[in-house]
Each structure stands twice: as C-alpha cells, then as structure tokens.
Nanobody, 116 residues
Framework: QVQLVESGGGLVQAGGSLRLSCAAS????????MGWYRQAPGKQRELVAG???????NYADSVKGRFTISRDNAKNTVYLQMNSLKPEDTAVYYC??????????WGQGTQVTVSS
C-alpha cells in the first residue's frame, strides 16, 4: 500500500505561481512513475505531467513551458511548479503513483483556483 499526501494548492491571480508537493509513503518501489492529474468541474480527469524514477518527464501540451515537474527520490516526493497560471488551470489536482507492479494510487486532491 502507498499513501500520498498533497499540499500547496490555493487561490492565485492569473499570471501567478503555485508549487504543489506530494509525499509518498508505504511500500515504495524503486522503479515507479509519479505524476499530477487534474479535474475541472464537468470535465474528465486529465494528465498534467509525469516523471519516472529515472527522471524522464512528460507534459500535457496545455502546460508545456509553464509547468515543471520534479522529484526527490530520497524523500519520495514529487513537485509541480506552476507558473504563468491561467483561469483554465483551475481544477482539483491529484497526485498519482504508479508502481512497477502496475498498481496505481491517488492522493486526496488539492484545489487550485486561478482568478482572472
């Protein structure tokens, strides 16, 4: 079992920045992928960014150049630096952990609200 605890959401004006953190604990596999998804009201959950334990990253086209995902393997923590935020980035952001045994875990979600 893996537990994920997110922090860092909040309210920010358009053009501002926020940093999300997600700390994983429990049975952490050496090889894994951690990432961030988001879900806006009335929309499906979508991938924002992911990062493998080896460091390879991928981003949704809508956030490329504005968001940066990183991780600290020693702390089992993943970060999402969000710059130049737009109102359309408003959503609940969920941390995701995918193990080498093909198991997936989710955090409880943190609200990000960008005002225009």
């Amino acid at each position: 079992q893996v537990q994920l605890v997110e922090s860092g959401g909040g309210l920010v004006q358009a053009g501002g920045s926020l940093r999300l953190s997600c700390a994983a604990s429990g049975r952490i596999s050496r090889i894994n992928v951690m990432g961030w998804y988001r879900q806006a009201p009335g929309k499906q959950r979508e991938l924002v960014a992911g990062i493998a334990s080896g460091g390879r990253t991928n981003y949704a086209d809508s956030v490329k150049g504005r968001f940066t995902i990183s991780r600290d393997n020693a702390k089992n923590t993943v970060y999402l630096q969000m710059n130049s935020l737009k109102p359309e980035d408003t959503a609940v952001y969920y941390c995701n952990y995918h193990s080498d045994l093909d198991r997936t875990y989710w955090g409880q979600g943190t609200q990000v609200t960008v005002s225009s």
